[in-house]
């Protein structure tokens, strides 16, 4: 069965924090991972990492994966109030040419105090 | 350029009662797929549709059904409503030609069962 995990599930920090969010898989035909930013109803996409050891960073957001040990980091430096929100990680399965499916890990519940 | 909508916002529904969800994909997208979120969940991957017709489905009753239309806007059907059912309903739309690609979503649908 195809298994996204996150950890942890729910961590509150403070503002200027660094935090690092973690996702494992175990799925078939992998094609790329995603992490994704939830608020308050739409996901909306923060990252696409389809190689291993290919940091991809966006202001204060970086990602990074490892298809060897099937894990990826989602690092966020120097927190702010507007970072908490669920994140979600996701793997999007293929076969040949065919958009497949996301499989979603549970998300991680991120609470920035001031 | 309109990204992907969804109607309605908000639904109220009765147990046994049946249900019907809108979603148009951004401008450009010719591929469908629908996710059920429960509360403190992540998405579960429902079906996808391209070229009108479902290509994958994942581990959901036949009392879920959808439909895709030629200008590639998508409904699901819910029948038999169950109180397990109360969700929120994400669609999300893709480019089929383009392999690894990130879905982008909607807004959601809220659906109460009560």
């Known amino acids: 069965e195809d298994k996204v995990v996150q950890s942890p599930l729910s961590l509150v920090v403070h503002e200027g924090d660094t935090v690092t969010l973690n996702c494992s898989y175990e799925v078939t035909n992998f094609r790329s991972l995603l992490w994704y930013k939830q608020e308050k109803k739409a996901p909306t996409f923060l990252f696409m990492l389809t190689s291993s050891g290919i940091e991809k960073k966006s202001g204060r957001l970086s990602s990074i994966l490892d298809k060897k040990e099937l894990f990826s980091i989602l690092n966020i430096t120097a927190t702010q109030t507007g970072d908490s929100a669920i994140y979600l990680c996701a793997v999007h399965q293929g076969r040949g040419g065919s958009n497949y499916k996301l499989t979603f890990g549970k998300g991680t519940l991120l609470t920035v105090n001031p | 350029d309109a990204g992907v909508t969804q109607s309605p916002t908000h639904l109220i529904k009765t147990r046994g009662q049946q249900v019907t969800l809108r979603c148009s994909p951004k401008?450009?997208?010719?591929?469908v797929s629908w996710y059920q979120q429960a509360l403190g969940q992540g998405p579960q991957f429902i079906f996808q549709?391209?070229?009108?017709?479902?290509?994958q489905r994942g581990n959901f009753p036949d009392r879920f059904s959808g439909h895709q239309f030629p200008n590639y806007s998508s409904e699901l059907n819910v029948n038999a409503l169950l109180l397990g059912d109360s969700a929120l309903y994400l669609c999300a739309s893709s480019p089929r030609g383009l392999l690894g690609y990130e879905q982008y979503f909607g807004p959601g649908t809220r659906l109460t069962v009560t």
């Open positions: 401008s450009g997208h010719d591929t």
């Open positions: 549709y391209y070229e009108e017709e479902e290509r």
